[in-house]
């Protein structure tokens, strides 16, 4: 996937009097895996990983993300 952040939202917080700037790019690519496995006839694990970059503007943002999970369907 090919995530791009729209508008010109501040990217700037305050905390007391210190100002925290965000140096990262709007455009970020994602990559990633999943599954599903019937356990049962109704019952399934998941899980997926995944990792996202920065691919514009400055600064150097990457990182890692998963889940894992059940579902169950009647």
């Given at each position: ?45 998941y899980?997926?990983?995944r ?7 400055s ?16």
């Amino acid at each position: 996937n090919v995530w791009q952040r729209f508008g010109n939202a501040s990217n700037t917080t305050r905390i007391g009097g210190d100002e925290i700037s965000e140096k990262y790019g709007k455009t970020f690519g994602e990559i990633g895996l999943g599954a599903q496995v019937p356990i049962k006839k109704n019952v399934y694990l998941y899980g997926d990983v995944r990792y996202m970059f920065n691919l514009s503007g400055s600064g150097d943002y990457s990182g890692y993300r998963g889940s894992i999970g059940a579902k169950f369907t009647w």
